[in-house]
């Protein structure tokens, strides 16, 4: 092996590990793949679905972005969705984001970093959405954490208004959305209240997440 051994060398003996553990996982994955979830995620390498929520191979389908972003004219989101949706039946979708994200720093502190810009300005637009209250906390970090919180806020409302999720709930499936948050520094995902079944639920669901952030703020 000329590059990476190392990766290769782990990866045969995972195969073993599991092979050991369950004779027939390998044969079962190449057969079906069946998730009950689609995580919608971070790009960030600290940040692994399956590990965090103690899942195996093949039960749960998984998109990741710089900063967990739901953009409308994103075709690979999109396409990540109604395979889900469609094909696979997911019955939850999660939009998780996490704690010390880089990419909600960079668009709360606006530094020019050239093509990532654009993509960081949909995080700029949930900035701005709560731009009185942001500004009003009493510090960097704590601006930075309420937005990471915020940004999960707003990208699940993102979901909840793409044609692909309003046409399943049109036509009768059942699919929950839900929004988390990762902790680096402990390793616990929280929910941030978010979780809506059908278009009726959005803007109450969403303001009432958005007011508890607030309130854990305000309270400190």
Sequence with gaps: MKYLPELFAANARWAEEMRAVDPGFFAGLAALQNPGYLWIGCSDSRVPANQITGLKPGEIFVHRNVANVVVHTDLNCLSVMQYAIEVLKVQHIIVCGH?????VRAALEGPS????DNWLRHIQDARDRHLDFI???PDDATRWQALCELNVIEQVRNVARTTLVGDAWQRGQS???HGWIYGLKDGRLQDLQTSLKSSAELDTVIAEAVATVRSRYVTR
Excluded at 99 to 103: A, L, N, V
Excluded at 113 to 116: H, R, Y
């Design 99 to 103: 704690y010390g994200c880089g990419g």
């Design 135 to 137: 500004t009003a906390l």
């Design 175 to 177: 699919l929950i959305l």
């Design 113 to 116: 970093l050239g093509l990532i």
